[in-house]
């Protein structure tokens, strides 16, 4: 595999994190001294400009760049590149008082005052105007400087709006999606129910809050059009930008698997994918391993996006946050380890917010590499400085990339649609969790995962693990057959295959659109258990030893022609199948109908693996691990969260971290990592 | 007693429901498909037309009525009834766009978009007008149809609207309410507290969230005027049907206590009562027994409502709901169990929702005769059969009625008082429990018990209990005087007659209109318990072995003239009498100053019977029992809600369930039934 | 110290309440039992027109004053003297109904609907007209009468105000208080952060529910502004009164901590200090002595703003209150315990919401002296009539004044400030419950300790405590630093001066403003703690048997030269200091770097108050004690809220309630009550 180096004049790692000079223009020796300890901290790039609007252009058509100009050119002179934003992510004040529609409207119909970040409407002409002047001054002023590497578009898109403008671009949109036809979508929407019939696209409103909120179709589209609109305008930025500087790539930062946008939509129009990771250290809900097991698995998605080249850690925090419910700060040698999981996952870069806290306002606590107090002999900066260290050890990995034969699926579409569906409890539908809680059992078998839509190519993959795919796709069926006719292992569950895109049943039996085939089983009903009832499933003599708890959701089955693994306990529907195989081609089809935990489902794992020909590794408890591969080397991550130290055998290299040889056997200390260029074979 | 039967030409009992044909108008073999399973299931009526405007008129002012002729005609050929439903229950999109009055305006005084269903202003003059004409021609169409036996008004009527047309009929309801006389109202609303007084009634507004809330006559007679609009607008529906078909009788569906209206009022307009039942089957807080009990309550108030004829379970559904917080499906052989249980409480059908699940919006997963998969080998559809069968089995039961000699008083007016005043514990208030509770004990004793407004005819009952009787109606004080002076047995609480019909507090001692007489006591103090307190009430040696805990409320008497039965034992007034009896004519009226368990007191009810004559049953543990009566025949019907068999003794009749003749013992399976044919007297 | 009394036409103490005659001028009959019922209960005063604006002027600019003049003639003849409500806390409809501004517009940017009382907004011109011209009036008309003690302006003001006019008035605040230099606010808000800058006041909106709410400084100013905007109100109906009857004095009434207001503001501007106390007594979350402790901080708070004279009790229930959220009755003798506090913490008036029970309408269930039952025989009027003779008894205290050595510092601002910085848990920031916890130590302990800002002058004072001071105004550091230096005893917390006034952080090191100078440490981190995290601080063997609790908060220290008396014992800053001293000039500085329990700080807090000279009580658990202190005597006052007996020892003088010589032991019985008149020393 070829590497991939994102920025080749930077070379290696970037580490770095969001500047806000703009903050300490009055202060020139605050502004010397952050060039003097970023260079101290290894730091070799810094993201301008988030939120410089006001500074840019302080009154309409009146524009200063050159304390940016300054700053750029010191820190290039001192070896720092530049990331730079544009400030499209919070607004001046005389925009929305001079242009109110850039306003975002509430789901009560109600439009927002000036303030905060997220607060633009996604259609207003106005502010789309504004924003791709501003931004093609920047380009113009900047896109041929020697430090610049990225853009970073806006900053954290998200929200929605209703204001006429939008409810306008929302039924052009419908009239598009449904081919200018009322009598689809009425279809389409089952609007005969409740007899919410519509004569022509103009009667459509959004899910305003004191409006129509029970058409799924409706709640499901208007989620479908917020990404498409969304990604409009963020590809209204991109153009202007494209325009005048082809060449610098883009990107824009994501938010774990927020709910609000289909992220995968917008990874489309973007160069690279970044992100923001900021995992609740330290709770008392969990072991610091499932912590970090949760952002590997949003790491993972991230990459899985783009499979051909490195992500990117766009922000993290050097010590805590500010915005968490309980603002905990991170234990020595935490930084670290979080640091080096992003490169073991496959980011290329470590960044933060922020350099230096502010003095005031939202965020003055939000953890950063300088403190108020502002000197360099702080726990959080010389951590920082480790880390910056450590980057440079491992820059051989650079460009390198993480591979995988086995998937999950994971659908932003599935997910609205079981979020939205009038059935089950609405408490206990968990459909993330489900999918993290089974992810980070392959996590500690030590194999690869990928995170995919469920319209993606299966090409690549041996196993596919696929939670609650309540609706399908219009070839996801069909693919997934493929998939296991040619030799692939399928995981399906209880509450698969119910929807069509449009949310409508499918008739004739569930799992739909020809699935029951595949598994050989339809679903009759579905028994949603309340938290003190219980049941259990019990395997086959072939896996003697398992017996698996059941909690929220059990399936009453009709078996057509699958084997059957197990049956449930008790309760009337007592001895009827609960989990079934299917050989189907030259693969096996599972289907287990009942929501169990996935740690009593190793077993199952690991057989399916056997016959994908994929071995797990041996990892003690609390251990991570990954490699990411390349043309000149391999290079295996040991992470190890646990509070002890831990021993892995059979392991042969160099560990870039020490620079020691390793000659079978790896110590990890407590907390403890190693990056090791395996011997080429 | 003469039997009533409720539809001649149907005969014996309905088995039916909700039937919505609009929606599969494309798909001729699933029309056809229905009729044939409708028969297989024992279906003879379906509820038609109940969100079908949008089908009748598409567009203003354009008819479509033969696709339904069709429906009716196919179903009467194969011995279908029709219960028509009028459609103003949802609205057509050209309907809420053409004429925006139509939909409501909130508490907070936003009009709502158009959507979902309950959104119709009751004042509206255009909805009326729309509302009438698309009535009229229903009626006109279809009123001789020989399939067509009963109009259901709209559906699950409910809500309020604060737009300024009710407004405006809010002061003009005022204004004759209180006779022009504005100081009459500033009297009745003691307006003279935080300076509240009215110059006139155009001054005065709704409780809008950011309005008036403090006037506690000002709440409860926007209680009323809902109540009274909504009868109005109900009404104005009737009436356009009587003209043209004065024969068919009509009814609206009520749902359970709902609190928004007065349903008492609305049931003076109706033919026959109709209601819709979703017990929470098999949730985790209590036995079936308790939920089934509940069930009964809400069986008992509707009959209570027209003790002249039977009642109808207008909905209820086959498997199970989608809207519950957990949606467990029932349990084999409790469809039955429920389907007995309206019969034996005196309701002649047995309704669904739905016929068919829809493929798509908000109810697409309740539960229905038909699943997606459509096919009549389901469990849910063998059990729904098999009650087809058992209906015809006890047809001779049908029009017999259920008659009781004792009664509970439930009041709406007495409830909202409670709930709006500003006293005891928010929290613990429980009036609707408390008087579920008691009655539920009652139940148990297998003794009938009708449930009663405050001011209702006594003349036909021996026995009433009323429970927390805070607000006293102008002649109920007299009455329960003359009820207990003619030898009835009265049970009063404490919180009883504190205030008037407007709420205002009685002077002179509680309770007020001459109520202290009749009990002989005045009570000084309500103290109110926290969680964590706890008092005890122990009786003198009469009931030697009682001893009955206290929770919640405690109040401290002062005894006039009335034997002291039992007093607290601890706190400072321990010793202080907590339980008193008067001799008053030739009955006896209870005081019982403190909140206690139901089932505590069962040996004081057990009393309360013998000296009223009634011989309570001896019934087994988990087993619900009633008596329908009529010229031809007594039916008695057990129903074991226990998970295990029981049996009862000196039962003699036949078993219309098996046609096997009892000769002094009845087992009942778990789960099991019976509806014996008593021997006649 | 000489004696101040309130009302010297009055004498000694004042026992009245909230009479509110107008709900009963239809009935002459109970008008006259008042007066009657007044004199039995020993009341001597009664407070008149709080709601009667409707009754003055039913329609605009009609007056009725006649019938206040019959009630205040009556009563005084009768004894009985009043205090004068002006009647602005809530307005005749028609008022609102002519003058809409007059009406209150919420955060949400909606005007509300007339109704409730706090609803006026404070900028209106024609309701200050209207409320001014009603004032005016009344001055003129009573301001000579004989029996009038005391104006009491509004009542219970609070709330705020988002409509056109406070928008204005708030911009033209800032102007001023930024000296017409937007660029001084855009530095004192920072808001660079998220390019958040003005370019004139006028883009500035206070922070409406869907505006901005992310700058801290405007957060604080609205807070700011809205206690100057009511303050200004105050003022103009006390400029009318004085202008008339210069002599009358004037009060409003506070409510405990009330979080909308800085009392300490509006205090400058009233004659003396009158407040309204509704402890949750017997609640079953603590003792009644917590109860009764933390209503003794709120008595404290009162006094310690007016030191020069007596305060008053304006509002207190005799029974039960109606709006807790559980209304328990006050067990017998507790109102006395109550009363007696009141008098024990420096109030010269015991006064009561409300002397009879209205008859309906939000309040008709608060307690009253005189119930709905209408008769003097009743528990509550028995307690009331005790509780008059007792303050005739201890008539020589009246006047006398509480004096107190040691203060803490409590600031409206800093707690503003706390709650909304973006840091720490949401959850556990408690400053006020933390100030109450450290002042109820020394409650306990027996030493007085007054509540001050923490710009107040500390001359007085020989020991501060200073818990969370987050937030220093400009002067308070060096004042801090004066006060030690001079010999003072000070402890400071964790978060204590992180900003300054404006919430800028200080730069250089936590506690900012030369803080770290003062108490020779700097806070490097700040650790919050999950609520199942724990940690302790152990003591150096000074301290030996020392070992304190910690939890929400830990502070990571750097000493720089100070006395180390205390490290952690876990977690990764083991060992680190917890607990510093430094003697800075003849004084000493404490700094507890940790959240711990008052309960364990007592012996620190011991030595330190040996160090001030002061000697603690020695008191039984349970009872409270405080010394009214005058010219002519000083009388001590003892609470016992234990349910059992209990003694004191070394007690002389003599026990006014009961006439009797104490020679050096006290008994007091469960909720046993002395005042002992001191021998003079």
Not at 98 to 117: D, F, I, K, S
Not at 401 to 426: C, G, Y
Request: charged letters at 25%; proline letters at 5%; hydrophobic letters at 35%.
């Amino acid at each position: 595999m070829e590497k991939t180096i994102l920025f080749p004049k930077a070379g290696g790692f970037i580490h770095g994190g969001d500047y806000n000079p703009e903050q300490w223009l009055d202060r020139p020796d605050i502004l010397k001294e952050d060039i003097r300890m970023m260079k101290k901290a290894g730091i070799n790039c810094a993201t301008l400009g988030v939120f410089s609007w006001s500074f840019y252009e302080p009154k309409e058509g009146e524009y200063h760049f050159d304390w940016l100009q300054h700053i750029m050119d010191d820190m290039y002179e001192n070896g720092i590149y530049t990331i730079l934003a544009t400030p499209s992510g919070a607004r001046p004040a005389w925009l929305d008082a001079t242009y109110p529609e850039a306003m975002r409207v509430n789901r009560q119909g109600v439009r927002n005052h000036h303030g905060l970040r997220h607060n633009h409407c996604m259609s207003s002409p106005a502010f789309r105007r504004k924003t791709a002047e501003i931004d093609r001054r920047l380009a113009e002023r900047f896109g041929s400087h020697p430090g610049l590497l990225l853009y970073h578009i806006s900053n954290e898109l998200g929200g929605e709006c209703y204001c006429p403008l939008c409810v306008q671009r929302f039924r052009q949109y419908l009239d598009d999606t449904f081919d200018h036809d009322i009598e689809k979508l009425n279809h389409a929407w089952w609007t005969a129910f409740w007899s919410h019939r519509y004569d022509s696209f103009d009667q459509i409103e959004p899910p305003f809050a004191d409006g129509e909120g029970s058409i799924m179709g409706l709640n499901l589209e208007w989620k479908r059009f917020t990404t498409w609109n969304m990604t409009d305008f963020l590809k209204s930025e991109i153009r202007v930008l494209k325009e005048i500087t082809p060449d610098i790539p883009v990107t824009t930062n994501f938010m774990t698997l927020y709910n609000g946008l289909d992220y995968r939509k917008m990874a489309k129009e973007l160069d690279i994918i970044s992100w923001d990771s900021y995992p609740k250290f330290h709770n008392d809900e969990e072991t610091l391993f499932d912590t970090m097991a949760d952002n590997a698995f949003h790491h993972t998605i991230m990459r899985s996006m783009k499979k051909d080249k490195p992500f990117m850690l766009m922000e993290s925090a050097p010590g805590l946050v500010n915005w968490h419910p309980c603002n905990k700060v991170k234990r020595p040698g935490v930084h670290k380890l979080a640091c080096l999981q992003a490169a073991a996952c496959g980011s290329d870069t470590v960044q933060y917010f922020q350099w230096r806290k502010g003095r005031g306002s939202f965020e003055q606590y939000h953890g950063a590499v300088v403190d108020h107090l502002g000197t360099d002999d702080t726990r959080i900066f010389r951590e920082t400085a480790q880390v910056g260290e450590l980057l440079k050890k491992i820059a051989p990995a650079a460009g390198t990339r993480v591979k995988a034969r086995t998937a999950l699926l994971f659908d932003w579409d599935n997910r609205w649609a079981i979020q939205d569906a009038k059935a089950l409890s609405q408490q206990t539908k968990a459909y993330e969790e489900t999918c993290m809680a089974i992810w980070k059992e392959f996590l500690k078998l030590g194999v690869e995962m990928d995170i995919l839509p469920s319209d993606a190519d299966f090409t690549d993959y041996d196993l596919l693990i696929a939670p609650m795919l309540y609706l399908l796709q219009p070839q996801t069926a069909s693919c997934l057959k493929a998939f296991v006719q040619r030799g692939g292992q399928l995981v399906a569950t209880y509450f698969t295959g119910y929807v069509d895109k449009d949310q409508l049943c499918y008739l004739g039996g569930f799992p739909g659109d020809g699935l029951s085939d595949l598994f050989g089983i339809i679903s009759e009903e579905i028994d949603t258990l309340y938290p003190s009832d219980s049941n259990k499933i019990r395997f086959t003599p072939e896996y003697a030893s398992m017996e698996w708890q059941v909690k929220d959701y059990a399936e009453i089955l009709r078996v057509r022609d699958a084997e059957i693994l197990a049956a449930y306990t008790s309760d009337f529907y007592q001895g009827t199948p609960a989990v079934t195989r299917k050989q189907y081609g030259k693969g096996k089809a599972y289907y287990i109908a009942a929501r169990t935990a996935p740690a009593q489902m190793r077993p199952l794992f690991t057989q399916m693996l056997t016959d994908a020909g994929i071995t797990p590794q041996n990892l003690p408890e609390g251990v991570e691990y990954h490699t990411r591969t390349g043309e000149e080397g391999n290079y295996a991550f040991y992470l190890n969260y646990a509070p002890t130290p831990t021993q892995i055998e059979n392991i042969y290299g160099t560990d870039l971290l020490t620079d020691t040889p390793l000659n079978g056997s790896l110590t990890l200390e407590a907390h403890g990592t190693a990056v090791i260029r395996l011997p080429q074979q």
